[in-house]
């Protein structure tokens, strides 16, 4: 019998929800870590009782948790003293250390002057399709980071911040690399997006990296609407299965490239509103694809108080409202660009997360929806594995 | 001595109440956090940053009831927090907001 197991992380700790393929009654746990700040948890696909989340404080700084039980308990990758003596006999705890590699640098600040980088946070993990103890971190201020050790130490991937990242600048939510796409057909290709610059593309395994953001349109931001960095990106998703194929929601507009991010063009079509944060791909049906739109960059809720997810059966254009089983009036809950994730189960299972605490889940595709939870704090990311 | 650390980072290091530590002479802030980073690597660069050591911003020391949060690190420590009749305070700052 098939299960689900939903990974979700608040501003106050971190809950999973477990259930059988029906997807029908749900048990809840938690919270874990609980009274920090959960950005992300994620299952490796390749061992699904691996799983990492970013545990966070603006008191104590970062933690690297890591589960080796499907999340019935967790350790700081490389915390037990006897696991961390060096030849020389002393600890190395290198677990939350997130040094940028090199001359640190610098980037646009808020006045236009430059600003050096500086580490916050890690907002989303993301772990290697071939090797459990493999994963990339993004983090604010913006850069990519792996570990090749379960999580023990970390290395920044340079290259990305030297694609132009003198000119990136923190938007109102910070700046941070909080999208990370791995091509299961080719290992060496990336994707990642970051507010405020873009979103950029390695072919060489993150030694390089090129900004993709022709197409994209951000004419109060950035006058030049050639402008190669700079633009608001919230979020880009692709399905596996075409992986030159990728959509984005960005500050305004929803937008798709076919040629992996060489031109994008705007697919918003009747959507009532084209903000938003989060976006998705059904796992069956690559053209099938989900938004949550947001009435505007000034006001973070539903338009007209209906929580509606939206759904293209077309790549894009044409939407349908999905509103059955959401709350239709006075809603005024925001969904994050991480807090909304698909199960691979038959009919495809649909999450999200909202800043009220509620957790919505869809056993089939979108068509009907019901909270799985109501009351957890702000949810900040939402995560499934699908398991056998 | 005698180190009285805050409720989150107990949980992390998997302690209860206050944490002993044998901390050789001259006893100083950086010498007892050396010590409570040996013993506990999982609270490395959460009291002070990994690189610079300095105590992050929502940090305090205390000791004897005086804030020597803004002290040189290797100040010595007074003599009763040496003698372990006072413990030393780590605090994280009220500033929820």
């Known amino acids: 019998m098939s299960k689900v197991r939903v990974l979700v992380g608040t501003k106050k700790g971190a809950f999973i929800l477990t259930s059988d393929g029906k997807r029908k009654n749900w048990e809840v746990s938690g919270p874990h870590f609980a009274g920090w700040e959960i950005y992300h948890v994620k299952g490796s696909s390749v061992d699904p009782n691996r799983i990492y989340a970013s545990q966070t404080s603006g008191w104590f700084g970062q933690i690297i948790q890591r589960s080796d039980d499907g999340g019935k308990t967790w350790t700081p990758p490389g915390s037990n003293p006897e696991d961390l003596k060096s030849p020389e006999g002393f600890p190395k705890g290198e677990s939350n250390k997130f040094v940028y590699e090199g001359a640190v640098g610098t980037h646009k600040w808020y006045d236009g002057t430059q600003h050096p980088w500086e580490f916050k946070r890690i907002w989303h993990l993301e772990p290697s399709l071939t090797d459990p103890d493999s994963v990339y971190a993004g983090a604010e201020d913006a850069a990519i980071f792996k570990t090749t050790d379960g999580g ?22 910070g700046m941070a690399v909080h999208t990370i796409l791995l091509d299961k057909n080719n290992p060496n290709r990336i994707f990642v997006a970051i507010s ?25 931001e950035l006058p030049d609407p050639d402008a190669e960095v700079g633009h608001c990106v919230h979020r880009i ?55 949550v739109p947001i009435k505007s960059d000034s006001e973070h809720y539903p338009l007209d108080g209906k929580l509606r997810v939206y759904r293209s059966r077309s790549g894009g254009n044409e939407w349908e409202a999905l509103t059955k089983g959401l709350p239709q009036k006075d809603c005024y809950v925001n969904v994050l660009r991480d807090a909304m994730c698909v199960d691979s189960l038959e009919p495809c299972g649909i999450y999200f997360g909202t800043t009220g605490g509620q957790v919505y889940g869809s056993a089939n595709g979108g068509d009907s929806w019901e909270p799985i939870v109501r009351d957890l704090p702000a949810v900040l990311s939402v995560e499934v594995q699908s398991l056998a | 001595m005698r180190v009285v650390i805050p409720f989150h980072l107990r949980n992390l290091a998997r302690v209860d109440g206050e944490v002993q530590l044998e901390v050789a002479a001259p006893v100083t802030v950086r010498a007892v956090l050396d010590a409570l980073e040996t013993k506990y690597p999982v609270l490395r660069g959460t009291v002070r940053d990994h690189v610079t050591l300095k105590r992050r911003p929502f940090i305090r020391f205390f000791a004897c009831k005086e804030d020597l949060s803004l002290e040189p690190p290797d100040t010595p420590l007074p003599e009763a927090i040496v003698k372990g009749e006072e413990p030393f305070l780590i605090i994280g700052a009220m500033a929820g907001g």
Not at chain 1, 268 to 283: C, E, R
């Open chain 1, 196 to 220: 405020a610059a873009g979103a950029f593309r390695t072919e060489d395994g993150g030694k390089t990296w090129k900004p993709i953001n022709k197409g994209l349109k951000s004419q109060f």
């Open chain 1, 152 to 173: 023990k130490t970390w290395k920044e991937l340079p290259g990305l911040r030297a694609a132009k990242g003198n000119l990136w600048q923190p938007g109102a939510g």
């Open chain 1, 237 to 291: 998703a692709m399905h596996p299965s075409r992986p030159n194929i990728l959509f984005m929601q960005k500050h305004w507009d929803v937008m798709r490239t076919d040629n992996s991010g060489d031109l994008w063009t705007d697919i918003g079509g009747n959507l009532p509103t084209d903000f938003g944060f989060p976006i998705d791909v059904h796992a069956h049906e690559p053209n099938t694809i989900y938004v």
